[in-house]
């Protein structure tokens, strides 16, 4: 039996200066989903956020990728979520994590931050805590005063060789998630191995 997500939304900074910088990685994530199922993503004025819809099956998903900043990205989550009455428990949230080493990537359900703005905000905005999270392994500058400059600067290309292939694996997670359930999708991420690929 697969897990109810009605949406899913992927945290990043808009504009191209941003683009590629390691704190995009929830956008990253869910560019890589939208690619693969050929969805395509459109700009919302009252959402301020760009959003598409997949469905397939009995499954009917919003995705969003809010364009405001980082630290504003629960209006758009909220905005949406209320509209389309969707509860917090049934919104998957991807976003990048200095916790985790680049090439692992876990699912998590409810907690607080953890330090991170965009989520910080989803829970002001929406009020919940516990919405899914897919976590995003980006490493760690082992000095907290660089995190910022870290967070807003480019992977070195075998990091972010590590990132992408992570990325299409937790990607595809999702599919799992959706039709065999938390336990199953959690199972296959999390015994992924960087190393496997190439």
Known sequence: MGTEVK??????????EYERTRHNAGFWLVDDFCRRHA????????????????QQ???DLRIVLPQNFM???GFSVAALANFYKIPANEILVAYDELDLPPGVAKFKKGGGAGGHNGIKDIIAQTGKQD??????????????TKVTGFVLGKASTNEQRLIDDCIDEASRS???LMAEGWGTALQRLHSYRPEQKG
């Open 7 to 16: 949406l899913l939304v992927g945290l990043g900074n808009p504009g191209p």
């Open 39 to 54: 969805i395509t993503l459109s700009p919302d004025s009252k959402s301020k956020a760009l959003i598409g819809r997949w």
């Open 57 to 59: 099956g009995a499954h």
């Open 71 to 73: 630290n504003r990205s």
């Open 131 to 144: 919405f899914m999270r897919l976590r995003i392994g980006i490493g760690h500058p082992g000095d907290k």
């Open 174 to 176: 999702i599919d799992t």
